[in-house]
Each structure stands twice: as C-alpha cells, then as structure tokens.
C-alpha cells in the first residue's frame, strides 16, 4: 500500500469520534518504531516531520525516500501518511515537491490576512497534486523550530475564515502547548474548543502538543471534534529513558552491547510500545 493523503483517514476519524496519532519521526528507528506500532494496532498513522528533524535527516527528499522504502520493506498494510508539521511557507512548497502526501503550513504568526493569503496559495498548490493540507489558527504555546507562542487562544471566527479555504484539517491554540506542561498548566480550553468546531461548520480539528495532556482532557478533546492528535515530547522521553536504563544497567560494555543495533533496541521497543497505547487511547486502533 502507497503512502497516501491525509485527508481520508482524518474525515473517518472525526465522523468515528476517534483520534488519529501523528507521530514526529526523528530517524530510522522512530519510523521504523512507529509503523511496526501502527501495522500491530491495525491503526491509521501520520508520520510527522518537523523541518528541523527535515534537515537533520539530510533533507526531505531523502526522508521521502527513506520512509517509503521502509514502510515497503516493512510490507505495511494500515494507512500511513507523511506530514509536514509546523511547515513555513518555503517549506510546504519545498515538501510538496519532494513528494510527502500531507503538509502543515504554519501562518499563525503572521497578521491574519497574510495567514490566510498564504493558506491560500499552498492550499491551491497541494490540492492540485492530491496532497493534503493543515494549516493553523492563534498560538501552540512553548518553541517548534524556533518559532515561539504564549499559546494564544484561536478565534473562533478567524479559524471560521481559514476553514472556508478548504482546508482539509485545523489548528486551532486551545491552551495546548509543545514540550513538557508545566505544573501551573491550566488545562484545554474546552469553551473554546466548542466554539471552534461550531464557527467551522465541524471541520476536523488538531490538538498539538499532545505529550502529557491528561487522558480525560484528550477524550473529551475528541469528542468535541478533535481528529488528529500530534506527539513527539512523549516518544522522545520514552526512548531516552529505555536506552538510559540499558546503559545504566551496563548492558553496552557486556558482549557486543555496544552494537548501535542492540544499544537502540530499547529506546525503539518503547517507543512502539508507547505508539501502540497512545493509539488504543485515541480510539483508532483496529480503525485501519
């Protein structure tokens, strides 16, 4: 099965009342970890890049090439999209062309009119090649690529005015933030978020920042139109903890433990592991 839009699988996932995950890849192992998750679950993925993680991957030519080899050697069978995530205006246009099926275009920190002007044009641009298309309203709170946000709430009738693009999926800053939630977090924003879904006529919605949101917040985050759900900060603190606990535990001095294979192998087991629940948690395993 080919890589595919993301537009199907998130329309399924709002009119089911389920969440599909969208998970940061950040190398081999993380995609390699994340569809053996999503092919284990019988679950609808989207590999998430960011263009930070882009370019670390020595571009996104090259993670194209390196995710659908993988997920063909892999012989996956679910639906797997790959999404830009947090894209600027270059960087839509630049993955669109080198051939991801799904791209986020991040205008939120421009003035609204040129958000929407610039939602426009890559709107009309991925369309025409089938690819589909995110793009975002107020602020995720914390850092992404060196764009910072106090976490602004979303207006309800801007995020009205984006929808009316054609927008295939939206995000709106319900109070939702990147990185760790700090102790004196004040939790989503769920007035807001109903107004939203109601001023977009129900246009599918995305949560960022989906690390540590309490699992009562998420669900009913769903239930209020939330159809896609992003996660890095939790699989990146799985991994570093299992591969912490394999050395700690003095397994790389053992034997060939050092082996890069072997010394990876718990970080990329948790984080299949992690993936596996989050999915059940979203309600879109056995939804492929």
């Known amino acids: 099965m080919a ?8 329309e399924k996932a709002h009119e089911g009342h389920y969440a599909v995950g969208a998970f940061n890849i950040n190398n081999m192992e993380w995609i390699k970890s994340i ?23 020595a571009g996104f ?9 993988i997920h063909d050697s892999m012989g996956i069978t679910v639906p ?38 610039k939602s426009k044009e890559i709107l009309e641009l991925a369309h025409s090649k089938g690819i589909s298309v995110e793009c975002e309203v107020g602020g995720i709170g914390g850092e ?14 801007e995020c009205a005015n984006i929808a009316a693009l054609g927008v295939d999926f939206l995000a709106a800053g319900i109070g939702n933030i990147h990185g760790k939630y700090p102790a004196d977090w004040q939790g989503l924003n ?17 949560l960022h920042g989906g690390s540590g949101i309490p699992a009562d917040q998420v669900a009913k985050a769903i239930s209020l139109g939330v159809s896609k759900i992003n996660v890095n900060t939790e699989l990146q603190l799985v991994f570093a903890a299992a591969t912490r606990k394999y050395i700690e535990e003095g397994k790389d001095l053992a034997g060939k433990g050092y082996d890069p ?23 879109s395993a056995n939804k492929a």
């Open 190 to 206: 769920f007035d807001r978020l109903a107004e939203i879904q109601a001023s977009t006529n129900g246009k599918p919605l995305v």
């Open 261 to 283: 294979r072997k010394l990876l192998k718990p970080g990329a087991d948790a984080i299949t592991k992690k993936v596996i629940e989050m999915m059940n948690q979203f309600g």
């Open 61 to 69: 030519k090259n993670v194209v090439a390196m995710v659908r080899e």
């Open 80 to 117: 797997v999209a790959l999404h830009l995530d947090h894209g600027s205006f270059e960087g839509a246009k630049a993955c669109i062309e080198a051939g991801f099926t799904s791209v986020m275009f991040d205008g939120s920190h421009y003035d609204f009119e040129e958000n929407v002007a």
């Open 144 to 157: 992404e690529d060196g764009v910072a946000s106090m976490g602004e709430l979303a207006d309800p009738q």
């Open 3 to 10: 890589l595919v839009s993301a537009k199907e699988m998130i």
């Open 35 to 57: 569809l053996a998750a999503a092919e284990e679950a019988k679950s609808p993925v989207m590999l998430g890049v960011s263009e930070g993680a882009g370019k670390y991957m």
